[in-house]
């Protein structure tokens, strides 16, 4: 429950005026006016408001990164961080409110005004001591409480809230006979109400007389740390060196107390007014006093604040490098978490065990899929400079991993290469070299090149064949393999990839091999055996806390049990490789459902997603998945497009049965137009599915085109598309036109559609609105239209459309 703003009924009207009439509000005030509390009050009343404190940001980027991590929303690779927060509060019902900002210190106004000026209805406040001086800002300032002068009554809002706190710390007040000590003291705090809290805290304490009649905050934190006593006061010393909110067992660290000592301290401050502690407990500092506590604190109580969080974290991150499940109790305390860290690495005396911590806390963060966290951590920890080369080479090549999933398949190979250095100098360079093969072979599976992640995999078992990484790069041969449409090859893989008995730190391995086998029993028919096994997965996934791979399982789980419950998950905050089939399996539901507007924009967004990340196979799925949309839209030219383009890359992928899926949808869109190649399209998909006992299903199952007796023979290589199929294919589809050539003709039907509306001067959102895709991926199409135009406006596109029509 909010605490009773007194005083500020003016101001809160006048604020509440200016968010009706501004999409941006900057409410001015000095340290202490109560600035937070009425925007609270306030805000309140309204829509939904997201809360960043942004007291210790200071940066743009920090501050649109804390801002989108609110919104629970984040960039795709390729997005600006402006251009993504313009999307996440573009037509949300929801106020932004960014919490003592340091407006000059970040350069953040011109900005925040990019960010308005791009959207229709985004709304942002900001507390702050000055203001951005920027066209769209309205300013709302807060002064102090008016004091009673020396001659008029001694009532109104800054002596009620005076006598409150004075009660609340279990002492009363006798105005008659204490009236000339009251006022003497709401004098010296110049009305600021965390300043009268502050002196009426040591009223109660030391009495009215001896109560210090301080000018300032600073004076005041000063006066209230000389009434604690020594172990109180070196509390507010060492919480005022943290700058993130912790809970009890890291204060206890921090403190060097047991748990109910460190409580006892933390109520004591919370009573006196130097503390805060949230709904869950957790204990921070409002800013002013956080930065008088720490110019206060000694040598001696960094050393204990830098030694307790590292002890802290010492005790909490696993014992082993590859444990760690999505449910570490550590992971509620990450930010402090994150400072240990990056302090130690800072410190060439403990950076080894900076990055021991680091790289034992990885499995926790991967399987929690907090991918950011992880970048953000492992990338601090190898900024500070070399560590133990064995554990640098782990934390080098986590840190690719994370940032793969971050930013984009291949984004994290040049920490790959880092971990490779490393490893030269490493007790064994062959097991290191072969960890970060397997890491490879990963990233290029997730690109959709499998005959390098084939190849890489393979290198990694020779480099290193008796070795831990094994049995993980004989995984993804299983996955390559399934992939190629191998079965034989694929099940083996797996089965090698699953022994008797599976170690503790290996069970997501095990999990994994078997959503491959089930995959494998899904192409050849056998669905019985595929839910089965699969949700088999799904469930000991659940017992064991391995999110990551239990939702990957499930989401293919979803595609086949229609009685299956999902497990609720923000799809937001989900690393990309993981997010981007849950978005699919999310638009098939739709497709299910009847709802194919919106399963054609779920699917576009996650083409534009997939295309931006370099997630290959997602891409083509995405595709299928949108083709079979446009379809049904009765969106042939569309359709066509799009299975041509995810004909093209199942071919370069080496992707065959997903090429038969393509080649059915294709066989649909030509009986639709009549063409006279439908049944040879669908005789092209059985001659790919027939030698791997593949069946058709999922959206293939849909068109039911009797395929001819026998293939195109210039279509078809063995069991694989020929060279030149893909080109022959297209030719179907292609039809001669008398129109002149134009320089239009490069775009696909998708970015003609985009460039036709930007001709008539619609937004993104307008565009997106009308397409039923989502402003990313008009974002998306816009940035690929640039490009083969060689063009940089939208100005200039119009104009383009304009003289080729």
């Known amino acids: ?86 999307r996440a509060v573009d037509g949300r019902e929801c106020v932004l409110v960014l919490d003592g900002l340091d407006l000059d210190a970040t350069g953040a106004g011109p900005v925040l005004q990019s960010v308005l000026e791009s959207t229709s209805d985004a709304r942002v406040v900001v507390t702050a001591r000055t203001t951005a001086g920027q066209p769209l800002e309205s300013v709302v300032r807060v002064g102090p409480l008016p004091v009673p002068p020396q001659r008029a009554p001694l009532e109104g ?220 951590i492992l990338e601090g920890a190898l900024a500070s400079g070399d560590g133990p080369p064995a554990i640098g080479a782990q934390v080098a090549r986590r840190a690719g991993i994370a940032a793969s999933e971050m930013r984009g398949s291949y984004e994290g190979l040049w920490l790959l290469d880092r971990a490779d250095q490393h490893a030269s100098s490493a007790p064994r360079p062959e097991e290191q070299l072969a960890k970060t093969a397997s890491i490879r072979a990963e990233m290029h599976l997730d690109a959709g090149d499998t005959a ?73 028919g056998r669905i019985a055996e595929a839910v089965a096994g699969t949700r088999a997965v799904v469930l000991e996934a659940r017992e064991l806390a391995e999110d990551r791979v239990g939702l990957l399982a499930e989401t293919l789980l979803r595609g086949l049990d229609p009685t299956w419950v999902p497990t609720e998950v923000v799809r937001e905050t989900l690393p990309w490789a993981v997010r981007l089939p849950v978005l699919a399996q999310d638009g098939r539901d739709l497709l299910v459902r009847g709802e194919s507007r919106r399963a054609a924009g779920l699917a576009a967004d996650v083409v534009a997603l997939a295309d931006s990340a370099r997630l290959g196979r997602d891409g083509v799925e995405a595709r299928l998945l949108l083709g079979r949309a446009l379809v049904d839209l009765g969106d042939l030219d569309q359709a066509t497009t799009t299975y041509l383009t995810a004909l093209e890359q199942c071919r370069a992928m080496r992707l065959p049965l997903r090429a038969a899926d393509v080649l059915d949808g294709l066989a649909g869109v030509a009986r639709a137009r009549d063409l006279p190649e439908a049944r040879a399209l669908a005789a092209a998909a059985f001659a790919i599915r027939t030698p791997r006992l593949a069946v058709r299903w999922g959206y293939s199952a849909d068109y039911d085109v009797v395929p001819a007796s026998r293939a195109p023979a210039e279509w078809i290589d063995g069991d694989e598309l020929s060279a030149d199929a893909v080109s022959l294919i297209t030719a179907v589809f292609t039809r001669p036109t008398s129109a002149p050539p134009s320089v239009l003709d490069a775009l696909t039907a998708a970015e003609r559609q985009v460039a036709e509306r930007v001709a008539h001067g619609l937004t993104s959102r307008r565009i997106a609105e009308e397409l039923f895709v989502s402003p990313r991926t008009v974002d998306a199409h816009l940035t690929h239209i640039y490009r083969k135009l060689d063009i940089s406006s939208r100005a200039r596109l119009a104009a383009l459309v304009v003289d080729n029509r």
């Not at 941006?24 to 306030?42: D, Q, S």
């Not at 997201?50 to 743009?60: E, I, T």
């Not at 130097?274 to 407990?281: N, P």
């Open 157 to 376: 809002p800054a002596v009620e809230l005076f006598l409150r706190r004075v009660r609340a710390a279990g002492r009363q007040v006798d105005l008659a006979a204490q009236g000339h000590e009251v006022r003497r003291l709401l004098r010296a705090t110049g009305g600021l109400p965390l300043l009268i809290e502050q002196v009426a805290v040591q009223s109660a304490l030391v009495g009215l007389g001896n109560a210090l009649a301080t000018v300032s905050l600073d004076q005041a934190v000063d006066s209230a740390h000389d009434l604690l006593d020594e172990a109180s006061a070196s509390a507010l010393r060492r919480i005022g060196l943290l700058d993130f909110r912790v809970g009890l067992g890291v204060l206890a660290r921090v403190l060097d107390v047991p748990v109910p000592n460190a409580a006892e301290r933390a109520g004591g401050l919370v009573r006196r007014s130097l503390l805060e502690v949230d709904a869950e407990g957790r204990f921070d500092m409002l800013s002013p006093i956080r930065g008088r506590a720490r110019a206060l604190a000694t040598p001696d109580d960094v050393a204990a604040v830098k030694a307790g969080l590292l002890a802290w974290a010492q005790a909490h991150a696993p014992d082993h490098d590859n444990y760690g499940a999505a449910d570490a109790e550590w992971l509620s305390d990450l930010p402090a978490m994150r400072h240990a860290v990056l302090t130690a690495c800072a410190d060439p005396e403990t950076r080894a065990e900076g990055y021991s911590v680091a790289n034992r806390i990885f499995s926790s963060l991967y399987t929690s899929m907090r991918t950011r966290e992880a970048v953000e």
């Open 452 to 524: 390098r992640a084939e190849a890489e995999a393979k290198r990694a078992i020779s480099l290193d064949p008796e070795g831990s990484i094994s049995r993980q790069a004989t995984r993804t041969l299983a996955d390559v393999y399934a992939s190629q449409g191998r079965f034989a090859e694929a099940t083996r893989a797996a089965g090698e990839a699953m022994p008797a008995r599976t170690s503790r730190d290996e069970r997501w391995i095990d999990l994994s091999a078997r959503t491959v086998l089930a995959r494998i029993a899904l192409e050849q």
């Open 1 to 86: 429950m909010l605490a009773t703003c007194l005083g500020r009924d003016d101001v809160q009207r006048a604020l509440s005026r200016a968010l009706d009439d501004s999409r941006w509000v900057t409410v001015v005030g000095p340290p202490g006016c109560g600035k937070t509390l009425l925007v609270r009050h306030v805000a309140a009343g309204r829509s939904s408001a997201s809360w960043v404190d942004a007291r210790s940001l200071r940066s743009v980027d920090d501050v649109l990164v804390a801002a989108l991590e609110s919104l629970e929303s984040e960039t795709a690779p390729g997005d600006s961080l402006a251009g993504a927060l313009g």
